[in-house]
Nanobody
Framework: QVQLVESGGGLVQPGGSLRLSCATSGIQFGALEMRWYRQAPGKERELVARISSAGGSTNYVDSVKERFTISRDNAKNTVFLQMNSLKPEDTAEYYC???????WGRGTQVTVSS
């Protein structure tokens, strides 16, 4: 069964950290670029980070550079998003995406609030 399942979201105080995971199945994970998007209420979905199939190339939206790190474990078919120094403006639903096949997960909510 082809699916992406995100996990690791939650409520965290400003300055805190979370690690999101996206477990995949039914796809040739190691051959595919992976992306994390987020969507805050009332805003458009935003590309947060991307990682190449082998993990050697990564890119980030300016607002998360130096704070977020995308990585992947091709042996476990999983992509991660380590989020540090979280800010209230990082609050959003975070989605995993496979751009080459248009596959999306259902999302995991991240709320940054004191």
């Amino acid at each position: 069964q082809v699916q992406l399942v995100e996990s690791g979201g939650g409520l965290v105080q400003p300055g805190g950290s979370l690690r999101l995971s996206c477990a995949t199945s039914g796809i040739q994970f190691g051959a595919l670029e992976m992306r994390w998007y987020r969507q805050a209420p009332g805003k458009e979905r935003e590309l947060v980070a991307r990682i190449s199939s082998a993990g050697g190339s990564t890119n980030y939206v300016d607002s998360v550079k130096e704070r977020f790190t995308i990585s992947r474990d091709n042996a476990k078919n999983t992509v991660f998003l380590q989020m540090n120094s979280l800010k209230p403006e990082d609050t959003a639903e975070y989605y995993c995406n496979v751009p080459q096949i248009g596959l999306w997960g259902r999302g995991t909510q991240v709320t940054v609030s004191s």
